[in-house]
Every structure is written in structure tokens, then in C-alpha cells.
């Protein structure tokens, strides 16, 4: 028993007197430890007592996990969100986009004409949005120059650059039905017709991808007699569009 109290000496020495829960502990450890004395069981009380003791004052106590975690003002601290959906960066003076922008980079100095490469300063999600004015200019000026006057036709005057029709003859759908015939192309292949006074002519050139865009050029041809009197570079362009779901080509020059 002196032993015991001994023990108890010691321990309350070794610790600080800050820890004051632990003296009163201690109190309550000798009355246990004697009353256990008698059964033979001193040694363990005392060892175990301690040990708890010695944890409860050196570790903080676990707040449950059923309760949530509260600030020094008593309020409940706010819990953690998650990040919030990362939206597209734009440069300044660029409109918001919606979804993510294609992936079109700069033009490879060996993609040519550059005329059939987007002039698009700001990002885009859609490929409906890819611009070509310069190359539209030049297209529109091959069909300006391909007029023909005419009694019977509206505005008195009809371009020769239409001709294509006649290529796909009672068609439900003159333009998907040309751009069939364009892309069954290939590379140094041409489609011909003859106007009403010029000769057109229209000749695939080869696949030329923008970025990761498939896309095909032709370059057509109008002339007088076997005199060239207008050209311009066509562009084709393999994507999804509208609420289809299939990829299809698409004029874009």
C-alpha cells in the first residue's frame, strides 16, 4: 500500500499544476485503488487510471460526428463546397461564350490559301461561327462576274456560277446533293458544267484540317472562251450541326 501512494506521489509531481482536472483525479484514482486493494488489484487500478487520465488531459477531447463544427461565436461553421464549374476564359472586349472553345490555334504557315482560315479574333464554341469574310468577298465577286443578262429571269440577270444545278438534276436538296458530289472527290478530281455564256469549273484540291477540323478545299474556276475571267477557294467543313447528332459536311466558303 505504501508503494501505491508512493506511485501517486510521484505522478502528481510529474505533472504540471495547470493541470488541475488531473490532481482531482488522482483523488478519486487512491480512493478507487484502496478500495480495490483488498481484492489484489492495486496494480492494475492504479496503471489504468493513470493511463486514462494521462490521455484525457494530453489529448483534445472528439466532438461527435453527429454534431456540426461551430465557430468561437457559437454560429455553425460553414462547410466546405465544392468548386464551382470552371466557365471559359475570354479576352477583354470577347462576349461570353457557352461551352468549351474550339480548338483552332494559329495558322500553320504551311496552310494555304490563309484567306480559307478562320479570321476569328475571339474564341467560339460553335463552328457555325467560324468566320472566311475575305474568302465570302471573293466568292461573291466569281458570282458577280458570272452574270448573264436574261429576258425571262428575275432581276434580268442570271450567274453562270449556278450552273451546279444542273450537276443534280430534280433534287430534293440541291445543296446536300452538290456537296455529295464534291466530296466524292478526290485530290486533282473536277466537276464541270457550261453556263449560258461561261465555262465553270471546280476542282478538289485535298483534305486541309483546321486544328482538329476536318475539313476539304476546291477551287473554282471561270472563264470565257478558255480565258480565266474569275476564281475563288471553296471550303468544307465535317461537324455536327443543329440538333442533329451525325457529323455532316458543310459549306462554309
Given at each position: 500500500?505504501?508503494?501505491?501512494?508512493?506511485?501517486l506521489?510521484l505522478?502528481?509531481?510529474m505533472?504540471?499544476?495547470?493541470?488541475?482536472?488531473?490532481?482531482?483525479?488522482?483523488k478519486?484514482?487512491?480512493?478507487?485503488?484502496?478500495?480495490n486493494?483488498?481484492?489484489?488489484?492495486?496494480?492494475?487500478?492504479?496503471t489504468?487510471?493513470?493511463?486514462?487520465?494521462?490521455?484525457?488531459?494530453?489529448?483534445?477531447?472528439?466532438?461527435?460526428a453527429?454534431?456540426?463544427?461551430t465557430?468561437?461565436?457559437?454560429?455553425?461553421?460553414?462547410?466546405?463546397?465544392?468548386?464551382a464549374?470552371?466557365?471559359?476564359s475570354?479576352?477583354?472586349?470577347?462576349?461570353?461564350?457557352y461551352?468549351?472553345p474550339?480548338?483552332?490555334?494559329e495558322?500553320?504557315?504551311?496552310?494555304q490559301?490563309?484567306?480559307?482560315?478562320?479570321?476569328?479574333?475571339?474564341?467560339?464554341?460553335?463552328?457555325?461561327?467560324?468566320?472566311?469574310d475575305?474568302?465570302l468577298a471573293?466568292?461573291?465577286?466569281f458570282?458577280?462576274?458570272?452574270?448573264?443578262r436574261c429576258?425571262?429571269?428575275?432581276?434580268?440577270?442570271?450567274?453562270?456560277?449556278?450552273?451546279?444545278r444542273?450537276?443534280?438534276?430534280?433534287?430534293?436538296d440541291?445543296?446536300?446533293?452538290?456537296?455529295?458530289?464534291l466530296?466524292a472527290l478526290?485530290?486533282?478530281?473536277?466537276?464541270k458544267?457550261?453556263?449560258?455564256?461561261?465555262?465553270?469549273?471546280?476542282t478538289?484540291?485535298?483534305a486541309?484540317?483546321?486544328?482538329e477540323?476536318?475539313?476539304?478545299?476546291?477551287?473554282?474556276?471561270?472563264?470565257?472562251?478558255?480565258?480565266?475571267?474569275?476564281?475563288?477557294?471553296?471550303?468544307?467543313?465535317e461537324?455536327v450541326?443543329?440538333?442533329?447528332?451525325?457529323?455532316?459536311?458543310?459549306?462554309?466558303?
Amino acid at each position: 500500500m505504501k508503494r501505491f501512494f508512493l506511485l501517486l506521489a510521484l505522478c502528481a509531481g510529474m505533472i504540471k499544476p495547470s493541470h488541475a482536472q488531473f490532481g482531482d483525479f488522482l483523488k478519486s484514482v487512491a480512493a478507487d485503488a484502496a478500495r480495490n486493494a483488498a481484492a489484489g488489484q492495486v496494480r492494475n487500478a492504479v496503471t489504468g487510471a493513470v493511463d486514462s487520465a494521462a490521455r484525457s488531459v494530453t489529448q483534445p477531447a472528439s466532438q461527435p460526428a453527429s454534431q456540426p463544427a461551430t465557430q468561437p461565436n457559437g454560429a455553425a461553421a460553414p462547410s466546405a463546397q465544392p468548386p464551382a464549374a470552371a466557365r471559359p476564359s475570354v479576352p477583354p472586349g470577347c462576349g461570353r461564350i457557352y461551352g468549351p472553345p474550339l480548338a483552332i490555334g494559329e495558322r500553320p504557315e504551311s496552310y494555304q490559301p490563309a484567306s480559307l482560315w478562320p479570321e476569328n479574333t475571339c474564341p467560339v464554341s460553335n463552328h457555325g461561327d467560324l468566320k472566311f469574310d475575305k474568302a465570302l468577298a471573293a466568292k461573291r465577286a466569281f458570282v458577280e462576274a458570272s452574270k448573264v443578262r436574261c429576258n425571262d429571269c428575275e432581276g434580268g440577270y442570271w450567274p453562270d456560277a449556278w450552273g451546279w444545278r444542273s450537276l443534280v438534276k430534280n433534287s430534293r436538296d440541291y445543296g446536300k446533293d452538290y456537296a455529295a458530289l464534291l466530296i466524292a472527290l478526290k485530290q486533282g478530281e473536277s466537276l464541270k458544267w457550261k453556263g449560258e455564256k461561261y465555262d465553270a469549273t471546280v476542282t478538289a484540291t485535298g483534305a486541309h484540317p483546321i486544328g482538329e477540323l476536318p475539313c476539304r478545299q476546291f477551287h473554282y474556276e471561270l472563264k470565257d472562251k478558255g480565258k480565266l475571267v474569275a476564281e475563288y477557294d471553296s471550303l468544307y467543313c465535317e461537324y455536327v450541326e443543329g440538333y442533329s447528332t451525325k457529323a455532316s459536311w458543310n459549306e462554309k466558303v
